[in-house]
């Protein structure tokens, strides 16, 4: 059966979609320093956790995070839930700042295990991926209240809308880790991973101009100098999906195509391409651990045959004789809107290769009371597809033996140092976030929730 899909639409059913697959966000950060904790090699393939494990099918490794700069998690809900015009509430647009992003992303591994053999530790995953950043610049939502008006007239109208900017990456993981130690301090590990392109979209809106003079009350005897409008957008949509086109529609005097919109009639491998996570950990002094890691490096390199592209780098003039096409396109109630952008299908399609999002990870931890206690500090960045992040957690760790750990965290950055967060393991049972949710002005929220057998103690 073929859907349609707009953008915001798209957007929502990855949102709403996390309990299928499964932000700064695919890894558990707090469970960085617990030793029974097999996750973190996620985030460093040297941390060998204490015992082997085989998780569950579809409920190993299940991690799904949104965050934004300006809104709360419920100003977000309320965003798709609304009827399309949440942007005329004051308490939401007093919210926002000059550049608005939103970053989503989810993780699960439907299989993943561990065991060790001889000196080393392997580590197997089968796993999807998904990322969503999207940046939107206020003059949009300047442009959406405005036009709303009930008094709102196009006559003398000068509309400048820019920066925004979308871009979405979901894939499938096959990933294969080893670690083993090289001395009595030094252990090293990494992961290769086979990747599968599912799907990837960028779209970039560098600038929408909307200028026009058309009278409220049309009179035929007004001079035709004086009904004039224009638009000029200067925009590209690039994508790569299997079975994925864009729909059209035609203007009102049928001179022109626009894309109206997204068809996915069959899904499938889009591309193909490879990553490796690298990672150390060095005992510094009895007591003292140091780690690190760079993770996600890699690409995929997207056919040709799986590619969809769309331009519109043009100014277009209306007059007396089709200024109601101008109305059309104008009027537009969608914060991303194909008809408004006058997006036109290329010719050509090309192949494309994509980054993966890289994460510098850099870890110290110091143990006491026979190594029952800790206490750690973790640095993060990540490159991600829009903008660089970084954050620096603390954490206090408890671990009696290697089937029970606790951590709680405290991470200062991308919550603005409104937010804890919290990891238990409990036998088979793991769950943990970097940022509790604290109520509906909580701009960073994530879940992990895994479930496993362990093995025999290593």
């Known amino acids: 059966m073929k859907k349609e899909f707009r953008l915001r639409s798209m957007l929502l059913a990855i949102v709403c979609g996390f309990s299928i697959f499964s932000v700064h966000g695919q890894?558990?950060?707090?469970?960085?320093?617990?030793?029974?904790?097999?996750?973190?090699?996620?985030?460093?393939?040297?941390?060998?956790?204490?015992?082997?494990?085989?998780?569950?099918?579809?409920?190993?490794?299940?991690?799904?995070?949104?965050?934004?700069?300006?809104?709360?998690?419920?100003?977000?809900?309320?965003?798709?839930?609304?009827?399309?015009?949440?942007?005329?509430?004051?308490?939401?647009?007093?919210?926002?700042?000059?550049?608005?992003?939103?970053?989503?992303?989810?993780?699960?591994?439907?299989?993943?295990?561990?065991?060790?053999r001889g000196k080393g530790f392997w580590s197997f995953n089968v796993g999807v991926r998904a990322d969503v950043n999207a940046s939107v610049h206020k003059s949009m939502f300047d442009y959406l209240r405005e036009i709303d008006r009930d008094d709102f007239s196009?006559?003398?109208?000068?509309?400048?809308?820019?920066?925004?900017?979308?871009?979405?990456?979901?894939?499938?993981?096959?990933?294969?880790?080893?670690?083993?130690?090289?001395?009595?301090?030094?252990?090293?590990?990494?992961?290769?991973?086979?990747?599968?392109?599912?799907?990837?979209?960028?779209?970039?809106?560098?600038?929408?101009?909307?200028?026009?003079?058309?009278?409220?009350?049309?009179?035929?005897?007004?001079?035709?100098?004086?009904?004039?409008?224009?638009?000029?957008?200067?925009?590209?949509?690039?994508g790569n999906m299997r079975g994925l086109d864009l729909t059209e529609t035609t203007s009102l005097d049928g001179s022109k195509t626009y894309v109206d919109g997204l068809e996915v009639n069959t899904f499938g491998v889009g591309g193909y391409g490879a990553g490796i996570d690298l990672g150390a950990s060095y005992q510094l002094t009895k007591n003292l651990m140091l780690s690190a890691a760079v993770i996600d490096l890699g690409f995929i390199s997207?056919?040709?045959?799986?590619?969809?592209?769309?331009?519109?780098?043009?100014?277009?003039?209306?007059?007396?004789?089709?200024?109601?096409?101008?109305?059309?396109?104008?009027?537009?109630?969608?914060?991303?809107?194909?008809?408004?952008?006058?997006?036109?299908?290329?010719?050509?399609?090309?192949?494309?290769?994509?980054?993966?999002?890289p994460t510098l990870v850099i870890g110290g931890e110091y143990a006491f009371l026979n190594n029952k206690l800790s206490a750690g500090v973790l640095s993060t960045t990540r490159f991600g597809l829009l903008k660089t992040t970084t954050e620096l957690t603390l954490s206090a760790n408890y671990r009696p033996n290697t089937l029970i750990g606790l951590s709680a965290s405290y991470s200062m950055i991308q919550s603005a140092g409104k937010s804890f967060g919290l990891a238990f393991k409990l036998g088979l049972l793991m769950l943990g976030t970097d940022y509790m949710y604290l109520g509906e002005n909580s701009k960073s929220v994530n879940a992990f929730i895994g479930i496993s057998v362990p093995l025999a103690k290593l």
């Open 154 to 238: 196009w006559s003398n109208a000068d509309i400048d809308i820019r920066d925004e900017k979308v871009k979405i990456n979901a894939y499938t993981e096959v990933g294969v880790g080893y670690a083993r130690p090289l001395t009595k301090k030094l252990t090293v590990g990494a992961r290769v991973k086979v990747l599968l392109g599912m799907g990837n979209m960028n779209m970039e809106v560098n600038n929408l101009s909307l200028q026009s003079n058309i009278p409220d009350y049309y009179d035929p005897n007004m001079p035709v100098e004086d009904i004039r409008a224009s638009i000029k957008s200067d925009a590209v949509l690039e």
């Open 302 to 357: 997207w056919s040709k045959s799986s590619s969809v592209i769309a331009t519109a780098q043009a100014e277009e003039v209306y007059d007396e004789t089709n200024y109601q096409e101008f109305l059309n396109r104008a009027e537009s109630s969608d914060v991303l809107d194909f008809d408004l952008m006058g997006l036109e299908v290329g010719d050509e399609q090309k192949a494309r290769t994509t980054r993966l999002c």
């Open 27 to 116: 890894y558990l950060r707090t469970s960085y320093f617990m030793d029974g904790a097999y996750n973190r090699l996620q985030l460093n393939p040297a941390l060998v956790p204490s015992r082997g494990f085989v998780g569950i099918p579809g409920l190993g490794s299940i991690n799904a995070a949104v965050s934004s700069n300006s809104l709360g998690t419920q100003d977000i809900i309320n965003c798709f839930d609304s009827d399309g015009n949440f942007y005329n509430d004051d308490n939401f647009y007093n919210k926002l700042k000059d550049v608005n992003d939103l970053n989503i992303g989810a993780a699960v591994d439907v299989i993943n295990f561990g065991f060790a």
